[in-house]
């Protein structure tokens, strides 16, 4: 563990911020180390509450059982002080992008956007516009810093340029980016999140991108095809005139024998017109 936090402060670094293990107590009858990670009061911006979130989750990155022995349960003290801006602008991406890249965090990991955009959307409630994660620029520096990074499994290679900013996000990217062979581990959510960005960003263009989400994909997560076709049931019921196009696509992935439970929960939400999955009407 005081590994761990060594090279997290070399990232954090940047930040000018210094996280500590503050607590690491051993429990033997149940073979396992309760401990707790301490930050000092800093500012509530997006960089720092990203930082702070993806860098506590520490099951999530490193294997955290050793002869015998587990993590037994890990607290967070300390971190962002204040009430944090309702929207996110372009300095703050930036920013946030830039920490990231240095501490190999990627844009699809972070659990706070994606909940974000699921209230955002109405998934599974109302639409809340209250929960808007970042304004329209830094929207489309954010999927295309989640696209680029997709498509190279990792930031290698990867650098946010001043482009991304005005450049639109092309389908032919989003389609190479979803589809491309990734061996490095995904949370969850990711392909959640970035279905809602796509929803979100391109409208009813993100058709194509949200079905490709949904092809048979090596190493895929058990829930991948539902992350996609969430959003496509909530895309055709927003826009109706797209719903035989996504049929069509689906039963094209059928008759390929590309199919399980999962697509075929997707197929019945559009032929009964949900709003989403989880909705009765």
């Not at 050793?66 to 801006?85: D, E, Q």
């Not at 929207?139 to 991304?164: M, Y």
Request: charged content about 25%; proline content about 6%; aromatic content about 8%.
């Amino acid at each position: 563990m005081l590994e761990i936090v060594a090279r997290d402060n070399t990232s954090l670094a940047a930040l000018q911020l210094e996280m500590q293990l503050g607590g690491f107590h051993m429990a033997p009858k149940y073979r396992q180390c309760p401990m707790q990670i301490s930050y000092p009061p800093c500012p509530p911006t997006f960089a720092y509450n990203l930082a702070v979130s993806a860098l506590a989750d520490v099951v999530q990155r490193f294997e955290m059982r050793t002869h015998g022995w587990g993590w037994g349960s890990i607290g967070r003290t300390g971190g962002p002080v204040g009430s944090t801006a309702s929207v996110t602008g372009l300095h703050e991406t930036r920013v946030a992008l830039a920490w990231m890249r240095r501490a190999d965090v990627l844009p699809l990991d972070v659990a706070s956007v994606h909940e974000g955009y699921t209230r955002l959307l109405g998934i599974p409630s109302d639409p809340d516009e209250r929960y808007r994660v970042f304004d329209d620029v830094a929207e489309r520096v954010w999927l295309r810093a989640s696209l680029e990074t997709l498509l190279a499994g990792g930031w290698a290679g990867v650098e946010p340029s001043e482009r991304w900013e005005s450049e639109a996000i092309s389908i032919d990217l989003v389609e190479r980016a979803v589809r491309a062979p990734n061996d490095r581990p995904q949370k969850n959510d990711a392909m959640h999140t970035l279905a809602c960005l796509l929803a979100r960003h391109l409208d009813r263009d993100a058709l194509p991108g949200l079905l490709a989400i949904m092809e048979t994909h090596p190493n895929a997560l058990w829930n991948r095809y539902r992350s996609g076709g969430e959003l496509v049931v909530w895309l055709c019921h927003r826009h109706r005139d797209l719903k035989g196009r996504a049929l069509a696509e689906l039963d094209a992935q059928q008759a390929r024998g590309d199919w399980n439970p999962e697509k075929q929960q997707v197929r019945d939400a559009l032929d009964q017109g949900k709003r989403h999955l989880w909705s009765n009407g």
